[in-house]
């Protein structure tokens, strides 16, 4: 996580970013999730030449607010079979996943094998490389859900236990029609990072020089 400059003429705001990896199979919505969120894809950031399935698509919500701060949130999709090969290079290719702010788990709600991929896969690969930070499970669900039977819905209780088995920060659910829905599982991870000890005194310093440099351009 880092803290960026926002430029103005009158003071400047310091705007944090902060890295989302972003993980589900290609069942989970996570697509549509992103998509809700933010603009298509800007960059696609190679990590083989020779092999272009390596591809990880990022996605960026600048002057996300919260209190009275703003938030520049890069997300990182990338496709479940990818994930044993990003966990042996990341550090080959210089990848960032060691400094990853969170990480979204998404699944469907109105399709079970995506938590199954999630349980069984997907969480223990993933916490294993990306250290001590905020993961959230997203159930993500859209009018489909309510043309089916409950026995091919993910029940809420299901969620709640793989929060609990793999010992994940949070749980929360997201239709792609509600946009707050949408915003909390992001907002989720930027409240927790929030209570890092280390990144607010990073980020009350940062706040400091920039109320000391605008003195001092007052001053000349």
């Known amino acids: 996580m880092s803290v960026e400059k926002e430029s103005s003429p009158y003071f400047s705001v310091p705007r944090v970013s902060v890295d989302i990896l972003v993980i589900g199979d290609e069942n989970s919505g996570k697509n549509e999730l992103l998509c809700s ?3 298509i894809p800007e960059i696609t950031r190679e990590y083989s030449k020779n092999n272009k399935e390596y591809q990880i698509e990022l996605f960026r919500k600048e002057c996300f607010p919260l209190g009275k701060r703003f938030f520049d949130i890069y997300m990182y999709k990338v496709n479940n079979k990818y994930i044993d090969w990003i966990s042996i290079s990341s550090q080959k290719f210089g ?4 400094k990853v702010d969170g990480v979204l788990f998404c699944h469907a709600i109105d399709v079970a094998s995506s938590l199954e991929n999630l349980n069984e896969t997907l969480i223990p690969k993933t ?3 990306v250290g001590d930070v905020p993961t959230i499970l997203v159930g ?3 009018e489909r859900r309510s043309t089916l039977p409950d026995s091919l819905i993910v029940s809420r209780e299901r969620e709640l236990q793989t929060k609990e088995d793999h010992n994940l920060s949070g749980c929360v659910e997201c239709s792609f029609k509600d946009d ?15 209570k890092n000890p280390k990144f607010r005194e990073r ?8 109320v000391s440099d605008w003195f001092d351009g007052c001053r000349h």
């Open 37 to 39: 969120f933010t603009d």
């Open 95 to 98: 990848f960032f996943y060691e």
């Open 127 to 129: 916490k294993a490389f």
């Open 140 to 142: 993500n669900y859209s």
């Open 180 to 194: 707050n829905s949408v915003s909390g599982a992001f907002e989720m991870v930027v409240q927790l990072n929030l």
């Open 203 to 210: 980020l009350l310093r940062r706040e400091w020089e920039e």
